[in-house]
């Protein structure tokens, strides 16, 4: 007599086909929410803007593939209770994280990681039924269009040919047979094919060392500085008081304020760093920091394709890296509460008064940027109320949050003082973009 075990008994049985095809969907949730905790460490080691925006938009798009695979997963019987990733994958996704240039860990991703899951997502296709999973294979056509693009997106910025960086080249060749050679142990994503042993003297890289994030962020060819904010038109290129002095002309105001947002790229690389940090953390909670960091790259995309129309040398503009160099050496959870209760919710009085002052200039593109800045802002700080206690407790903290806010932001003032203002500025002031360049670019000789 064969021992009746829950997966065989005969309810199991009669649902066999629905569970089966549910635990692949399972597989692909927990794949496309470890490529979101995951890939979100490339974003700020590589250096192109355009990159790091597209690493934003992909992350968002997986986050919402996961989110969709969870919904019409608990339609089916045999999804499973949580949202835990098993060891197996996840083991995958923080090993991918692990070289130690960004560049390389990009060509895991995308040359081995992203094809696996478009294979995965072509196996559940080819193995479901057409007619009786219609709303699965709906979801998973259009997530295979998603995956292609992705690919196709990226492709331009893995070509490291041998010639021009010929160690980069050499190590993402054999990091990403590495990479293969752990997801063939598991004979992908979806077990569709027979599991090939490890190689013999394959280790682990995460088993031996664990991830940090640099101490600082990379911003390729851009030159740098500690921050764009000052009081003195001769250093930088905002000036914070010009911003709501009532004498400034407001097309000084809509060049800063494009300054402004494009410099949210901070943002970007400093949440960017969060995901990784909280493995445990709900879905939900990635889901909308995955939705914060696009919008983030967003606004940061206003500025950068806004400034040289009006006649900025985007070459000239110091990227100023403080806020990042700073949050870095504090734990996640006080990272997103300065994030949201103090840069966010502080922000708005500002962005009011220089929004009136644009609206002078009758820009509808400056209006529509920043009524949408504004929108997306508000969300980031609800955001904050929705998802800071849980960031908290999972990290232990147990005081109120209005406490632990204050304290974080007396720690965040102590921590300015011994790694802020080191970024000397790459640019020596006659090369660089000053207030008192804007002035002459928007044609307003004195303030
Ligand atoms: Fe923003
Ligand atoms: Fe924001």
């Not at 640099?214 to 030159?223: A, M, V």
């Amino acid at each position: 007599m064969i021992a009746s075990s829950p997966s065989s008994s005969a309810p199991a049985r009669r649902m066999a086909a629905v569970q089966e095809m549910a635990g692949m969907l399972r597989l692909l949730f927990e794949v496309e929410r470890e490529f979101v905790r995951t890939a979100t460490t490339l974003i700020y080691r590589v250096g192109e803007p355009e990159l790091k925006y597209l690493l934003c938009q992909h992350v968002w798009e997986s986050a919402g593939h996961a989110r969709f695979l969870r919904e019409r997963g608990r339609e089916l019987s045999g999804f499973g209770k949580g949202e835990g990733v098993r060891d197996s994958l996840g083991g995958i996704f923080s090993e991918a994280v692990m070289p130690e240039n960004g560049y390389v860990a990009l060509a895991g991703f995308y040359r081995v990681l992203k094809p696996a899951l478009l294979t995965a997502y072509r196996h559940y296709l080819h193995v479901t039924d057409h007619l009786a999973d219609w709303p699965s294979k709906k979801l998973v056509e259009e997530f295979m269009a998603d995956e292609s693009r992705h690919g196709d997106e990226i492709a331009s910025f893995l070509g490291f040919s041998p010639a021009s960086a010929p160690a980069v080249a050499a190590s993402a060749s054999e990091w990403t047979a590495h990479l293969s050679a752990a997801l063939s142990s598991l004979g992908g994503f979806l077990g569709e094919n027979p599991p090939v042993p490890l190689p013999p003297h394959f280790t682990w890289a995460h088993s031996r060392e664990h991830y940090t994030h640099p101490f600082t962020c990379n911003r390729g060819k851009y030159p740098t500085c500690s921050s764009v904010f000052s009081e003195d038109p001769a250093e930088t290129p905002i000036v914070r008081s010009w911003l709501v002095d009532p004498k400034t002309d407001a097309r000084v105001i809509r060049l800063m304020v494009y300054v402004w947002l494009m410099m949210e790229m901070d943002a970007v690389d400093y949440l960017a760093t969060i995901f990784y940090d909280t493995p445990a953390a709900p879905f939900d909670l990635h889901h909308d920091m995955a939705r914060h960091l696009w919008d983030e790259s967003r606004h940061s995309q206003f500025g950068y394709r806004q400034l040289p129309k009006l006649g900025v040398d985007l070459m000239a503009l110091e990227h100023s890296l403080d806020l990042y160099n700073i949050l870095v050496r504090m734990p996640p959870h006080e990272r997103y509460a300065m994030m949201t209760m103090e840069f966010e919710a502080g922000s708005f009085p500002t962005k009011a008064t220089v929004m009136d002052r644009v609206r002078e200039l009758n820009d509808f593109e400056a209006d529509t940027l920043l009524a949408f800045d504004r929108n997306d802002e508000q969300n980031h700080v609800r955001y904050g109320h929705r998802w800071l206690p849980e960031i908290m407790a999972l990290f232990g903290e147990t005081r109120p949050v209005d406490d632990f806010v204050r304290a974080t932001q007396e720690k965040f003032k102590q921590l300015a003082a011994v790694y802020g203002g080191k970024t000397p500025h790459a640019l020596p002031p006659g090369q660089r973009l000053t207030a008192d360049k804007i002035l002459k670019l928007a044609g307003a000789n004195t303030l």
